[in-house]
């Protein structure tokens, strides 16, 4: 069901680097989310675009930074990359109407890994 | 602030055995609960929800009960197949819109 693509699917930087990863929308929706994934844990929230807005911020620092685009299409860029970040990103597209809590469809998500 | 809590694993069953995953929340309001299931190399699907006290989500021989007096959305399913093997994550969604806070995942392994 769901359309949400990512790229890419693994990338390795090192530390102090910057990183992009990308997402596209699953068709219709206009709302995305990025969520980290550190291993053996459940996805963390590190923030949600809608209409090209940041609409919500998770506990992550400022080097944690996103755009959408017109066609909903979303980046996420991380700066100054730590150990820490290495982890899964999965990004998550929806339908915002009203005040409903709709549902999430997910990519499959970008593994990124920092030596 | 919002937080999910579920039971660790992993769960061992063999086939056409009785699978219940424990999943209580503490929140603000009114939230919505979900189900997500994460298969291996893949993204999280979504799995069944409910969005009211004493709702229940069901799919694919899965339910849940939404329970506001436990604050609990324990999921269920009588008899699982091999293909069940995956993580499951519990979920709300509360008072921040599209803001869902996951529980830590339950690692199902179900065995021939």
């Known amino acids: 069901e769901t359309g949400v693509t990512q790229s890419p699917t693994h990338l390795i930087k090192t530390r102090g680097q910057q990183v992009t990863l990308r997402c596209s929308s699953q068709s219709g929706h206009n709302t995305v989310s990025w969520y980290q994934q550190a291993l053996g844990q459940g996805p963390q929230f590190i923030f949600q675009?809608?209409?090209?807005?940041?609409?919500g911020r998770g506990n992550f620092p400022p080097r944690f930074s996103g755009l959408q685009f017109p066609n909903y299409s979303s980046e996420l860029n991380v700066n100054a990359l730590e150990l820490d970040d290495s982890a899964l990103y999965l990004c998550?597209?929806?339908?915002?109407?009203?005040?409903?809590?709709?549902?999430?469809?997910f990519g499959s998500g970008t593994q990124l890994s920092v030596l | 602030g919002d937080s999910v809590t579920q039971m660790e694993g992993p769960v061992t069953l063999s086939e056409e055995a009785f699978l219940t995953i424990n999943c209580t929340y503490t929140?603000?309001?009114?939230?919505?609960l979900f189900w997500y299931v994460q298969y291996p190399g893949e993204g999280l699907q979504l799995l069944l929800k409910?969005?009211?006290?004493?709702d229940k989500g069901s799919n694919k021989g899965f339910e849940a009960t939404y329970r506001k007096e436990t604050t609990s959305f324990h999921l269920e399913k009588g008899s699982v197949q091999v293909s069940d093997s995956a993580v499951y994550f519990c979920a709300l969604s509360g008072t921040s819109w599209g803001k869902f806070q996951f529980g830590a995942g339950t690692q199902v392994v179900v065995t021939p």
């Open positions: 929140a603000t309001g009114y939230p919505s």
């Open positions: 998550a597209s929806s339908f915002k109407q009203g005040a409903t809590n709709e549902k999430l469809f």
């Open positions: 675009y809608y209409r090209e807005e940041e609409n």
């Open positions: 409910a969005t009211k006290a004493d």
